[in-house]
């Protein structure tokens, strides 16, 4: 059953920089994978994307901001986070999405296996 872990998170100022890791439990090589947060109160949703052909797909709210990327021989997929805001505080999650066609990603999570515990973000003064 596929699981994931994913940490890297911390109190960081506005402005500031965190690099986020998920790791999965067997090979993702296949599979798209996201990045979801939950902030206090509210749904969760989708962050970043990236497909088994490395293309991406990020939420407007991150583009140019937040990159993702992966490494396949480490199960490995990741978030760097640059110029951050109070308003990406939030737990952050990553799960298998949904593609098309065209191998392009959707920002949809599919549990399998269920969701991981997460890894807190906060954007504070």
């Known amino acids: 059953q596929l699981q994931f872990v994913e940490s890297g998170g911390g109190l960081v100022q506005p402005g500031g920089s965190l690099r986020l890791s998920c790791t999965a439990s067997?090979?993702?090589?296949?599979?798209?994978i996201g990045w979801f947060r939950q902030a206090p109160e509210k749904e969760r949703e989708g962050v970043s994307c990236?497909?088994?052909?490395?293309?991406?797909n990020s939420t407007d709210s991150v583009k140019g901001r937040f990159t993702i990327s992966r490494d396949n021989a480490k199960n490995a997929i990741y978030l760097e986070m640059n110029s951050l805001k109070s308003e990406d505080t939030g737990v952050y999650f990553c799960?298998?999405?949904?593609?098309?066609?065209?191998?392009?990603?959707?920002?949809?999570?599919?549990?399998?296996?269920?969701w991981g515990r997460g890894t807190q973000v906060t954007v504070s003064a």
């Open positions: 990236i497909s088994s052909s490395n293309l991406s």
């Open positions: 067997e090979s993702t090589f296949y599979y798209a």
């Open positions: 799960q298998v999405v949904p593609t098309d066609v065209k191998n392009m990603c959707f920002m949809i999570p599919l549990p399998l296996g269920g």
